[in-house]
Protein backbone atom coordinates (compact mmCIF):
# COMPACT_ATOMS: atom_id res chain seq x y z
CA UNK A 1 0.00 0.00 0.00
CA UNK A 2 1.24 3.18 -0.92
CA UNK A 3 1.64 5.57 1.95
CA UNK A 4 -0.77 8.50 2.72
CA UNK A 5 0.39 12.44 2.22
CA UNK A 6 0.28 12.84 5.48
CA UNK A 7 2.63 9.39 6.71
CA UNK A 8 4.72 11.01 4.27
CA UNK A 9 5.12 14.23 6.27
CA UNK A 10 5.37 12.29 9.31
CA UNK A 11 8.20 10.57 8.16
CA UNK A 12 9.77 13.60 6.98
CA UNK A 13 9.06 15.61 9.72
CA UNK A 14 10.36 12.82 12.19
CA UNK A 15 13.36 13.10 10.45
CA UNK A 16 14.27 16.40 10.33
CA UNK A 17 13.59 16.27 14.14
CA UNK A 18 16.13 13.33 13.98
CA UNK A 19 18.63 15.51 12.28
CA UNK A 20 17.89 18.45 14.17
CA UNK A 21 19.37 16.24 17.47
CA UNK A 22 21.87 14.40 16.36
CA UNK A 23 23.20 18.13 15.50
CA UNK A 24 22.53 18.76 19.19
CA UNK A 25 24.37 15.65 20.16
CA UNK A 26 27.34 16.38 18.12
CA UNK A 27 27.89 20.10 19.44
CA UNK A 28 27.43 18.77 22.99
CA UNK A 29 30.08 16.20 22.69
CA UNK A 30 32.24 18.22 20.27
CA UNK A 31 32.11 20.71 23.42
CA UNK A 32 32.90 18.07 25.94
CA UNK A 33 35.97 17.27 24.41
CA UNK A 34 37.14 20.67 23.40
CA UNK A 35 36.57 21.72 27.50
CA UNK A 36 38.57 18.53 28.32
CA UNK A 37 41.31 19.30 25.26
CA UNK A 38 41.66 22.60 25.83
CA UNK A 39 41.39 22.71 30.02
CA UNK A 40 45.30 24.11 30.05
CA UNK A 41 44.82 27.10 27.57
CA UNK A 42 41.90 28.23 29.29
CA UNK A 43 43.45 28.20 32.32
CA UNK A 44 46.26 29.90 30.95
CA UNK A 45 44.20 32.47 29.55
CA UNK A 46 43.75 33.41 32.89
CA UNK A 47 39.67 32.16 32.96
CA UNK A 48 37.74 31.04 36.25
CA UNK A 49 39.44 27.89 37.58
CA UNK A 50 35.42 26.22 37.07
CA UNK A 51 34.93 27.07 33.50
CA UNK A 52 36.47 23.76 31.83
CA UNK A 53 34.07 21.62 34.20
CA UNK A 54 31.48 23.91 33.23
CA UNK A 55 32.11 23.64 29.93
CA UNK A 56 32.32 19.59 30.24
CA UNK A 57 29.59 19.37 31.96
CA UNK A 58 27.29 21.09 29.82
CA UNK A 59 28.42 19.42 26.40
CA UNK A 60 27.61 16.03 28.14
CA UNK A 61 24.04 16.63 29.34
CA UNK A 62 23.45 18.46 26.13
CA UNK A 63 24.98 15.08 24.45
CA UNK A 64 22.91 12.57 26.48
CA UNK A 65 19.60 14.80 26.48
CA UNK A 66 20.23 14.76 22.74
CA UNK A 67 21.48 11.46 22.39
CA UNK A 68 17.90 10.19 24.49
CA UNK A 69 15.77 11.94 22.65
CA UNK A 70 16.58 10.85 19.45
CA UNK A 71 16.73 7.31 20.63
CA UNK A 72 13.46 7.93 21.87
CA UNK A 73 11.96 9.43 18.48
CA UNK A 74 11.80 5.21 17.47
CA UNK A 75 9.07 5.04 20.14
CA UNK A 76 6.35 6.99 19.74
CA UNK A 77 5.16 7.72 23.78
CA UNK A 78 5.10 10.56 25.72
CA UNK A 79 8.74 9.69 26.66
CA UNK A 80 9.62 10.52 23.22
CA UNK A 81 7.92 14.39 23.45
CA UNK A 82 9.14 14.73 26.96
CA UNK A 83 12.69 13.91 25.95
CA UNK A 84 13.23 16.23 22.81
CA UNK A 85 11.49 18.95 24.77
CA UNK A 86 14.16 18.67 27.63
CA UNK A 87 16.68 18.47 25.14
CA UNK A 88 15.85 21.77 22.78
CA UNK A 89 15.14 23.74 26.25
CA UNK A 90 18.85 22.83 27.40
CA UNK A 91 19.72 23.63 24.43
CA UNK A 92 18.49 27.07 23.50
CA UNK A 93 18.16 27.71 27.62
CA UNK A 94 21.92 27.19 28.05
CA UNK A 95 22.90 28.93 25.18
CA UNK A 96 21.15 32.46 26.33
CA UNK A 97 21.87 31.76 30.13
CA UNK A 98 26.17 31.54 28.74
CA UNK A 99 25.13 34.30 26.61
CA UNK A 100 23.83 36.46 28.74
CA UNK A 101 26.19 35.74 31.68
CA UNK A 102 29.21 34.20 30.89
CA UNK A 103 30.10 35.81 27.50
CA UNK A 104 32.50 38.81 27.65
CA UNK A 105 31.04 42.06 26.50
CA UNK A 106 32.82 42.05 23.11
CA UNK A 107 31.95 38.59 22.33
CA UNK A 108 27.74 39.62 23.30
CA UNK A 109 27.84 42.64 21.25
CA UNK A 110 27.52 40.24 17.75
CA UNK A 111 24.24 40.23 16.27
CA UNK A 112 22.36 36.62 17.17
CA UNK A 113 20.22 36.97 14.43
CA UNK A 114 21.28 33.32 13.07
CA UNK A 115 20.78 31.74 16.04
CA UNK A 116 17.89 33.18 16.86
CA UNK A 117 16.45 32.16 13.26
CA UNK A 118 18.08 28.52 13.93
CA UNK A 119 16.44 27.85 17.09
CA UNK A 120 12.87 29.69 16.15
CA UNK A 121 13.40 26.66 12.99
CA UNK A 122 14.12 23.92 15.88
CA UNK A 123 10.82 25.33 18.15
CA UNK A 124 8.42 25.67 14.81
CA UNK A 125 10.01 21.56 14.03
CA UNK A 126 9.68 20.46 17.48
CA UNK A 127 6.04 22.00 17.71
CA UNK A 128 4.79 20.36 14.51
CA UNK A 129 6.37 17.27 15.80
CA UNK A 130 4.03 17.43 18.81
CA UNK A 131 1.34 18.20 17.00
CA UNK A 132 1.41 14.98 14.66
CA UNK A 133 2.31 12.88 17.63
CA UNK A 134 -0.51 13.53 20.07
CA UNK A 135 -2.98 13.85 16.27
CA UNK A 136 -1.50 10.51 15.78
CA UNK A 137 -2.29 9.02 19.29
CA UNK A 138 -6.05 10.29 19.16
CA UNK A 139 -8.96 8.05 17.97
CA UNK A 140 -9.90 8.36 14.27
CA UNK A 141 -13.87 9.29 15.80
CA UNK A 142 -12.15 11.75 18.48
CA UNK A 143 -12.09 11.54 21.98
CA UNK A 144 -15.44 10.05 22.70
CA UNK A 145 -16.36 9.60 26.16
Known amino acids: MKPGPTSLLSRELTGLVRVMLLFDL ?3 ALRAHGALAQKDLLLELGLPAWLPGYLLAAGLVSALLSLFALVCTWRLGRLS ?3 L ?3 L ?3 IGGYWAERLFLWAPEQSAGSP ?3 L ?3 ALSLTAAGVYTYHIRKRRQPAHGPGN
Open 26 to 28: LSG
Open 81 to 83: LIA
Open 85 to 87: WAA
Open 89 to 91: TFS
Open 113 to 115: LFK
Open 117 to 119: GLQ
